[in-house]
């Protein structure tokens, strides 16, 4: 009789949905935590933990165990051989991979391997989601499957806002989506560029004698305050609070010194956004 958690999981795959998800998810396990470099040292660590008590084991115990009929472990008779299957199974991990991706493309019916390469333009302005993975460095390379679509999103760094996709050989159908799914046919690279995100704010005129006008640009609707402050910090007028929406678009804000009571004085102009913060200081004369 077929173990009915099988049959689950057999039924479960044949949606094409939840087939692409587990595919890409050990895809992704294949790519980072499974990686042999990162398995093999986990690996040598236990060994080396283990290896001082090796040989008291084996004085007690001696070995091979059989756990049931024809069923046996243990089989390392003494230190040496011991470390001759500790040796054998760093090998084996080791190649593993290579394996598990073309039993994966033979069972799934799937086209090919395709390595997937990730970048950022410029350096440091954000990160790339690839399905359920967030890899901690770029360029990052790892390998996916044609047949089975890859969902890449880019997540901006503070200081930074989403601009476009592009890719060497992949047709997108849209590259201004923050997150594209797609299927990737041969070796790819996609490069998330990001703009620098500084509102455009400027004080004018600096130093002033009455008027100040505050100049900025907003990319798109979100939440952002303005204050005036003293040298001290202290807050003497926050013309836009930061718990109000403020729209997309170029804005001026234009006040006076009797409006907000400033006497002649060095002043500071703080805007603040949930991925933008600056300071800019102007006299009143």
Do not use: C
């Not at 620098?196 to 004080?203: G, K, S, V």
């Amino acid at each position: 009789a077929i173990n009915p958690h099988v049959l689950i999981l057999q039924n479960i795959l044949k949606n094409v949905r939840y087939k692409n998800y587990f595919i890409n998810r050990y895809a992704d396990l294949m790519n980072t935590t499974f990686q042999p470099d990162r398995v093999n040292a986990i690996a040598k660590t236990m060994a080396d933990d283990l290896e001082p008590e090796m040989a008291r084991h084996f004085n007690k115990w001696a070995g091979p165990i059989e756990l049931f009929p024809s069923l046996w472990v243990a089989t390392s008779i003494d230190v040496p051989s011991w470390k001759i299957a500790i040796d054998s199974m760093l090998s084996f991990m080791q190649q593993r991979l290579s394996y598990v991706r073309n039993h994966l493309e033979t069972d799934f019916n799937l086209v090919k391997q395709v390595d997937i390469a990730l970048k950022v333009q410029p350096e440091g302005a954000g990160l790339i989601k690839i399905n359920t993975i967030v890899p901690d460095q770029l360029p990052w390379a790892g390998v996916y499957f044609d047949g089975v679509p890859v969902t890449i999103t880019a997540l901006p760094n503070p200081g930074f806002t989403f601009n476009r996709w592009e890719s060497i050989t992949t047709n997108l159908a849209t590259k201004n989506e923050v997150s594209l799914t797609t299927n990737v046919a041969t070796n790819d690279e996609f490069t998330a560029y990001f703009n620098t995100l500084d509102y455009q704010l400027t004080i004018y005129p600096n130093p002033a004698n009455n008027t100040v006008n505050i100049s900025y640009e907003v990319p798109n609707e979100q939440q952002l305050s303005i204050k005036i402050l003293a040298v001290d910090g202290k807050v003497i007028k926050e013309i836009i609070p930061h718990s109000s929406f403020h729209v997309a678009g170029h804005f001026t804000i234009t006040f006076t010194k009797q409006q907000y009571h400033l006497a002649a004085g060095t002043y500071f102009i703080e805007f603040t956004s949930d991925a933008f913060s600056k300071t800019i200081k102007f006299t009143m004369l």
